[in-house]
């Protein structure tokens, strides 16, 4: 069988993981905080016995769309977005520490801060956790102060300060559950040059426009890697009819 079909079905293959990015981008245009995948195709040479005569396609994912997304505001007290650049802090799921820009927090049954998808919000020692209270009031520096239940309504009380982190954006990289994460993978110190605006929620910076554009274009790649397995196919078949008449 021609070695062109493998170098066309690798193509359409790697179209097919591109596809799933832009798929995924698409799937979270309104998801607070997100930040869009890249992807690119590059061409690979197949060394062998010989010289390199094939060339495979390889899908990549260069890096993440770290620019901001508009700000919305919602007036709602527990809405935060970062002001500028900078990450909140959050508790993974599997313990360590990540960084996420959604600020869509919530207060659990249990007394947890949590971020809409249900992580964990990192403050000076630890998970932040609420006791039942009057109000809840962050301030642009993260600070979180509560109006204990059955106290005087002027009783305001620091609680504790949300984690706010600004690592270098070379060292951040984004794992397969959406947060990101220094590479080296030790915590990063909390700073006060991070502020925050509340009664707001950062939007995604997925741009709605050029990621369908973008679907479109791997569409039309991944027929024409079709068209070429066609071709081979059909270059085959000649070939065995040829013997056939020899």
């Given at each position: ?46 060394f062998g016995n010989g010289y390199p005569s094939r060339v495979y396609a390889m899908t990549e994912r260069p890096g993440v769309d770290l620019s901001t997304g508009s700000l919305q505001t919602t007036g709602r007290d527990l809405d935060v977005a970062v002001n500028g650049e900078g990450w909140l802090a959050v508790q993974s ?154």
């Amino acid at each position: 069988m021609d070695r062109s079909l493998y170098v066309a079905m690798s193509g359409a293959k790697q179209i097919l993981l591109a596809q799933a990015s832009n798929a995924n981008n698409l799937a979270n245009a309104n998801t607070p905080g997100f930040r869009a995948d890249f992807e690119q195709l590059r061409s690979m040479p197949v060394f062998g016995n010989g010289y390199p005569s094939r060339v495979y396609a390889m899908t990549e994912r260069p890096g993440v769309d770290l620019s901001t997304g508009s700000l919305q505001t919602t007036g709602r007290d527990l809405d935060v977005a970062v002001n500028g650049e900078g990450w909140l802090a959050v508790q993974s799921a599997d313990g360590s520490e990540a960084y996420t820009r959604a600020g869509d927090l919530h207060i659990t049954p249990e007394g947890r801060l949590v971020t809409g998808g249900g992580l964990a919000v990192l403050g000076n020692a630890g998970p932040i956790a609420i006791p039942p209270a009057q109000k809840v009031e962050i301030g642009t520096d993260g600070t979180i102060s509560i109006i204990p239940q059955s106290a005087n309504a002027t009783a305001l009380a620091i609680l504790d300060r949300i984690k706010l982190v600004k690592p270098d954006k070379s060292r951040l990289e984004k794992g397969e559950d959406g947060l990101m994460r220094v590479k080296d993978g030790a915590p990063t110190a909390a700073t006060n040059e991070v502020q925050l605006v509340t009664g707001a929620l950062e939007g995604s910076n997925v741009s709605t426009v050029e990621e369908m554009v973008q679907m479109i274009e791997l569409a039309r790649e991944f027929e024409y890697q079709i068209k070429m397995m066609k071709t081979v196919e059909d270059n085959g078949n000649a070939s065995a009819e040829l013997m056939r008449i020899g």
